[in-house]
């Protein structure tokens, strides 16, 4: 008898992704990103949270759409009409820089987000493949070939990204004396704060 197929993890592309997200790629070989969907607005596609000296701090990536509403992912382009990835940048470093691991790995980031990528895709897929590097994780991300609708399979998280499961574990951030622990944050609150000993928090 064959073995039943492993069913693809299906996920969107997302801008710095919560840490949930890597918790399931460590779990996995590969894992295919949906880009021929109609691009939905105020996810994480185009947004993370970090952990700042005020609170959880919302960076977005203003995005264009050559064709309105009904614009692919695939097509979704960055606008630089505002110096954003500038002032993410420097909220990143008032956020982190008194982390343990920041100065490690801060010339890297610095780099991708100051590329001026002309598409959102080419962004994430940029960090996503440099977090992957730094955790050490093999898992290869393949990208979908057409729109194929919601399936009831339970590695499917294109559609609904807040129904990616989190394995909630308590870890040292920056501000832990002013505010209680703020779980599933982008991954870099992780990795800024645990440097090596991320892949195994990701793993437990």
């Given at each position: 008898m064959m073995a039943a197929k492993t069913p693809n993890l299906l996920l969107p592309t997302a801008y710095l992704p919560p840490i949930a997200y890597f918790q399931l790629l460590c779990h996995h070989k590969q894992a295919v990103v949906e880009?021929?969907?109609?691009?939905?607005?105020?996810?994480?596609?185009?947004?993370?949270?970090?952990?700042?000296?005020?609170?959880?701090?919302?960076?977005?990536?203003?995005?264009?759409?050559?064709?309105?509403?009904?614009t692919?992912?695939?097509?979704?382009?960055?606008?630089?009409?505002?110096?954003?990835?500038?002032?993410?940048?420097?909220?990143?470093?008032?956020?982190?820089?008194?982390?343990?691991?920041?100065?490690?790995?801060r010339d890297a980031l610095e780099s991708i987000l100051m590329q001026r990528h002309?598409?959102?895709?080419?962004?994430?897929e940029a960090l996503i493949s440099l977090v992957l590097r730094w955790l050490k994780m093999d898992c290869e991300l393949k990208y979908s070939e057409q729109f194929d609708a919601p399936t009831q399979q339970d590695t499917d998280f294109r559609y609904h990204p807040e129904?990616?499961?989190?394995?909630?574990?308590?870890?040292?951030?920056?501000?832990?004396?002013?505010?209680?622990?703020?779980?599933?944050?982008?991954?870099?609150?992780?990795l800024f704060n645990m440097g090596p000993e991320a892949k195994d928090y990701l793993v437990c």
């Open positions: 880009q021929w969907e109609s691009y939905p607005k105020q996810t994480l596609r185009n947004r993370t949270y970090i952990l700042t000296a005020n609170g959880v701090q919302l960076l977005s990536v203003p995005v264009v759409k050559p064709n309105g509403n009904h692919l992912t695939r097509d979704i382009a960055i606008s630089y009409s505002e110096a954003w990835n500038v002032r993410h940048w420097r909220a990143i470093v008032s956020a982190y820089n008194a982390s343990p691991y920041f100065l490690y790995y002309e598409r959102l895709i080419e962004l994430n129904t990616i499961p989190y394995k909630e574990k308590k870890y040292y951030q920056v501000f832990d004396t002013k505010y209680p622990f703020q779980p599933n944050l982008s991954i870099l609150d992780l």
